[in-house]
């Protein structure tokens, strides 16, 4: 069973940064890929950014020049860096892992901007 483990949400102003962390129970190489995902109150879970294990890497067009997804195989750990960020961004944010086999999911993490 893989363990996912976010941190890094919380406040901040409009056109402030954060960074989000999912570390994982094992090799983060041996996903078929890591990505985030967020869920804002009353609206579906969508892919923000995804990175593959051959470490390519894609995001959505309300992400694409402000958030920035990387990893550290020394820690087994996925990043999320967000910078500009906007009200629009507040939601909980959620770590995925892909495998053969199946997938999981972090606990989320809340990301709150306030205007």
């Known amino acids: 069973q893989v363990q996912l483990v976010e941190s890094g949400g919380g406040l901040v102003q409009a056109g402030g940064s954060l960074r989000l962390s999912c570390a994982a129970s094992?090799?983060?190489?041996?996903?078929?890929?890591m990505a985030w995902y967020r869920q804002a109150p009353g609206k579906q879970r969508d892919l923000v950014a995804i990175v593959t294990s051959g470490g390519n890497s894609n995001y959505a067009d309300s992400a694409k020049g402000r958030f920035t997804i990387s990893r550290d195989s020394a820690k087994n750990t996925v990043y999320l860096q967000m910078n500009s960020l906007k009200p629009e961004d507040t939601a909980v944010y959620y770590c995925?892992?892909?495998?053969?086999?199946?997938?999981?999911w972090g606990q989320g993490a809340q990301v709150t901007v306030s205007s």
């Open positions: 995925n892992a892909l495998f053969f086999g199946g997938e999981n």
């Open positions: 094992r090799n983060i190489f041996s996903f078929n890929t």
